[in-house]
């Protein structure tokens, strides 16, 4: 298991940029594929971003796809997530998670989450 802290979330205007950090616990981190998903009220939880083990790969939604960027920093046991031109329909509350083996996109094959941290887009 793998204990995730999301951070960075808060306030921002349509066309501004936020910073999300997530922090893991443990000394396996670098085993782990990590990713970011978003759930609006009302809504299924959606897929984001996800990242390979050693950061050498990455995966975005489209609807994300040339606005967002993921990073990873073994050293530090932290995930990013780098949300530029944002607009209203990207609030929600934002999730990081691991896995060690599945799907880089489907919720359900993810094994440890966070508690979220909510993001709020104004227009």
């Known amino acids: 298991q793998v204990r995730l802290v999301e951070s960075g979330g808060g306030l921002v205007q349509a066309g501004g940029s936020l910073r999300l950090s997530c922090a893991a616990s443990g000394r396996t981190f670098s085993s782990y594929v990590m990713g970011w998903f978003r759930q609006a009220p009302g809504k299924e939880r959606e897929f984001v971003a996800a990242?390979?083990?050693?950061?050498?790969?990455?995966y975005y939604a489209d609807s994300v796809q040339g606005r967002f960027a993921i990073s990873r920093d073994n050293t530090k046991n932290t995930v990013y997530l780098q949300m530029n031109s944002l607009k209203p329909e990207d609030t929600a509350v934002y999730y990081c998670a691991a896995r060690f083996r599945g799907s880089y996109t489907l919720p359900d094959e993810y094994d440890d989450w966070g508690q979220g941290t909510q993001v709020t887009v104004s227009s």
């Open positions: 990242i390979s083990r050693s950061g050498g790969n990455t």
